[in-house]
């Protein structure tokens, strides 16, 4: 539950609770990032990149999306 006791914290009034996640959780991505060699950024962006095309082979496949999509 949330800040308010009784509602969930994705019902409307948590705005201010959210903006305190995001904010706590853009500064860890920042700092794990500043953290990380070259190479550790280019392989985490191959990565990314193998998860983007799977996610979009995925889309495709269940009809979500055209296959020239692929190519494009």
């Known amino acids: 539950m949330g800040a308010h006791g ?3 914290l994705l019902s409307a009034g948590h705005e201010a609770e959210w903006e305190r996640i995001n904010r706590e959780e853009e500064a860890q991505e920042r ?3 500043m ?3 070259g190479a550790q950024r280019i392989q985490q962006g ?3 990149s193998q998860q983007a ?3 979009l082979a995925a ?8 296959a020239r999509a692929y190519w494009s």
């Open 6 to 8: 009784r509602t969930p």
């Open 46 to 48: 191959q990565r990314l």
């Open 59 to 66: 889309s495709i496949r269940a009809g979500h999306a055209p």
């Open 31 to 33: 700092a794990m990032a």
């Open 53 to 55: 095309v799977s996610l």
């Open 35 to 37: 953290a990380l060699t």
